[in-house]
T-cell receptor, first 114, second 110 residues
Framework: KAGVTQTPRYLIKTRGQQVTLSCSPI?????VSWYQQTPGQGLQFLFE???????NKGNFPGRFSGRQFSNSRSEMNVSTLELGDSALYLC?????????????FGDGTRLSIL | GENVEQHPSTLSVQEGDSAVIKCTYS??????FPWYKQELGKRPQLIID?????GEKKDQRIAVTLNKTAKHFSLHITETQPEDSAVYFC?????????FGGGTRLMVKP
């Protein structure tokens, strides 16, 4: 079974631009969660989608948004990029998104803002 | 919001020794506690998890213990090997989302 796939792996943008990241979950998994990883803040939860609905949202500004498609693939969008948005963005999938189910991570998208 | 504290932030052991990483959490509703290993430049990899109805779980050289009363859980690695060197993260599922500890950098010296 293929794992969680994230594209692109690397991205360089400038301040003020916007970016869209993609995540394909493990086949059969319906929940996709997004996390931001930085050296200073560690791993922080952004949001979680299940059956095309956002069920949970972390403490991030409205510039961070996402969506999920009927095939469970998810996209994350960041608008008006800031230098502080430079980070590794990870997505994780689980079968049902119930809190006690394992989440499996993709390799991440490393976003650099110049 | 939920807070997960993880200690120590760095841990250096000699090959063959044991390593213990400890985490505390604040939300008594948490009922799932996974541990992830992240090697440099790689994805976090789930290595073991425990649910709140169990006090201890073992998988070969790794084990996790949970004390719900005290709200803490620990990762134990025995007979450490150089390939165990990585950053380890604990987490809990308060609010149906994972909250992570700050990570422990484990270095196993040959």
């Amino acid at each position: 079974k293929a794992g969680v796939t994230q594209t692109p792996r690397y991205l360089i943008k400038t301040r003020g631009q916007q970016v869209t990241l993609s995540c394909s979950p493990i086949s059969g998994h319906r929940s996709v969660s997004w996390y931001q990883q930085t050296p200073g803040q560690g791993l922080q939860f952004l949001f979680e989608y299940f059956s095309e609905t956002q069920r949970n949202k972390g403490n991030f500004p409205g510039r961070f948004s996402g969506r999920q498609f009927s095939n469970s693939r998810s996209e994350m969008n960041v608008s008006t990029l800031e230098l502080g948005d430079s980070a590794l963005y990870l997505c994780a999938s689980s079968s049902t998104g119930l809190g006690n189910q394992p989440q499996h991570f993709g390799d991440g998208t490393r976003l650099s803002i110049l | 919001g939920e807070n997960v504290e993880q200690h120590p932030s760095t841990l250096s052991v000699q090959e063959g020794d044991s390593a213990v990483i400890k985490c505390t959490y604040s939300d008594s509703a948490s009922n799932y506690f996974p541990w992830y290993k992240q090697e440099l430049g790689k994805r976090p990899q789930l290595i073991i998890d425990i649910r709140s109805n169990v006090g201890e779980k073992k998988d070969q050289r790794i084990a996790v213990t949970l004390n719900k009363t005290a709200k803490h859980f620990s990762l134990h690695i025995t007979e450490t090997q150089p390939e165990d060197s990585a950053v380890y993260f604990c987490a809990d599922n308060a609010g149906n989302m994972l909250t992570f500890g700050g990570g422990t950098r484990l270095m196993v010296k040959p």
